[in-house]
């Protein structure tokens, strides 16, 4: 079994040593073993814990819905069907956030082109030599 100094599970798991503490604190995370000079030791289950907590917390999953889950998880078995009804029901809310930024990307889209063209058409010449004509008026306006 790996160990970990608490320098090292900040790097794998991309919280920060506040974050991993309030997560223990709150038991989110189980108690961290320690050495004998009382230093945090994170094994490999630790860190897959955490894993799995960047997973939901990157999508959106409140702590008090992540601390329901961590508590599933520590009572065993049982409770899977529990587990997977928490999970499912936080996909479907994950589902919506994706389509809704895929409506925003989408006006996203929609403006690039718009853009796009305005610059396509400021760049391509006037065939009737019309452009010369209307900056002549302008300069004219301006003077």
């Known amino acids: 079994m790996t160990l970990y100094t608490p320098g090292q599970a900040v790097e794998e798991s991309g919280f920060s040593l ?3 503490r309030y997560y223990e604190r709150i038991g989110l ?9 009382g230093q945090r030791r994170f094994t490999d289950d630790d860190l897959g814990w955490l894993g ?5 917390r990157d999508t ?27 999970l499912e ?3 479907l809310q994950v589902e919506a956030q994706l389509a809704s930024l895929r409506e925003k990307q989408a006006a996203i889209r929609r403006k690039i082109a ?10 391509t010449p006037d065939p009737a030599g019309c ?8 300069g004219a306006r301006s003077r």
Do not use: W
């Open 18 to 20: 506040d974050t991993l």
């Open 29 to 37: 995370l189980p108690p961290v073993e320690r050495n004998a000079a």
């Open 52 to 56: 799995m907590v960047r997973c939901l």
């Open 60 to 86: 959106g999953m409140p702590i008090a819905e992540m601390l329901r889950f961590a508590e599933l998880t520590r009572q065993g078995d049982e409770t899977i069907p529990a587990r997977v009804t928490l």
């Open 89 to 91: 029901e936080h996909d």
């Open 114 to 123: 718009y853009y796009r063209d305005v610059l396509a058409a400021r760049d």
């Open 131 to 138: 452009d010369d004509l209307a900056e002549s008026a302008a």
